[in-house]
Nanobody
Framework: QVQLVESGGGLVQPGGSLRLSCAAS????????LGWYRQAPGKEREMVAR????????KYADSVKGRFTVSRDNAKNTVDLQMNSLKPEDTALYYC???????????????WGQGTQVTVSS
């Protein structure tokens, strides 16, 4: 069994910063990539940022490029999202996503955190 635990959401003023963290634990054999998605009310879930396990490749949504930075710690199986210059339109429920291989499986699968709320408002 795999667990993803997120932390770091909250209320912040426009222009402020927040850092989200996600820790994966359990019967993990290998990780392909880690990242963050978000879903605002009335909208579909969208990819925000993603990073490969070796850190060589990152991908960002156009709307967050230059403001958000994704990073990972392989020793701890964690992925962080540093969010700077936050805007009201960044308000959403943020989900951690990890594509990994469990010990007794033969295929990689996506796992999700429970979500952490980020609200940007004055």
């Amino acid at each position: 069994q795999v667990q993803l635990v997120e932390s770091g959401g909250g209320l912040v003023q426009p222009g402020g910063s927040l850092r989200l963290s996600c820790a994966a634990s359990g019967s993990i054999f290998d990780i392909d990539h880690l990242g963050w998605y978000r879903q605002a009310p009335g909208k579909e879930r969208e990819m925000v940022a993603r990073i490969t396990r070796d850190g060589t490749t990152t991908k960002y949504a156009d709307s967050v490029k230059g403001r958000f930075t994704v990073s990972r710690d392989n020793a701890k199986n964690t992925v962080d999202l540093q969010m700077n210059s936050l805007k009201p339109e960044d308000t959403a429920l943020y989900y951690c996503n990890v594509r990994l291989l469990e010990r007794w499986r033969s295929y990689y699968d996506d796992y999700w955190g429970q979500g952490t709320q980020v609200t940007v408002s004055s």
